[in-house]
């Protein structure tokens, strides 16, 4: 995948970033999910859409162009947690954590925090094989 090819399909990343990060991001989304199939170029841009978002989330100061904000703040995953235990009397909640919602590897556990990465998580699910034992 390109710059030009990721721009074009998500242009609200151009000009925010700069050009180091945005090859990085990209260089590292290209190094992943080759035996994706169809879903390899999608699952690709996904990824370093995610790790685009990520970075905004820390490096967007509050003087930041308008649009790196808006970025950040689309980005993020605003969803409610789900309750992972609950108990009846003396009413106790605990909601699952990040870690815990992924069934991806440790490294991709943070795939929750951005609509991208929960966009990507969908299609890393699709693609899991069940492990055989014979």
Do not use: C, W
């Amino acid at each position: 995948m390109t710059q030009e090819d990721f721009l074009a399909f998500y242009p609200q990343f151009n000009h925010l970033f700069p050009p180091a990060v945005l090859a990085d991001a990209l260089s590292r989304a290209n190094a992943r999910f080759a035996d994706f199939g169809a879903d390899r170029e999608p699952a690709r841009r996904l990824f370093a859409a995610h790790l685009l978002t990520l970075y905004a989330f820390t490096a967007a100061p509050e003087d930041a162009e308008p649009s790196l904000l808006l970025l950040s703040s689309a980005g993020r995953n605003r969803s409610s947690r789900p309750v992972a235990s609950r108990k009846g009397g003396e009413v106790q909640v605990t909601y699952a954590s990040s870690d815990s919602l992924s069934s991806a590897s440790t490294a991709l556990a943070d795939l929750t925090e951005t609509g991208f990465g929960l966009q990507l998580l969908t299609l890393i699910r699709q693609h899991a094989s069940p492990l055989y034992i014979p």
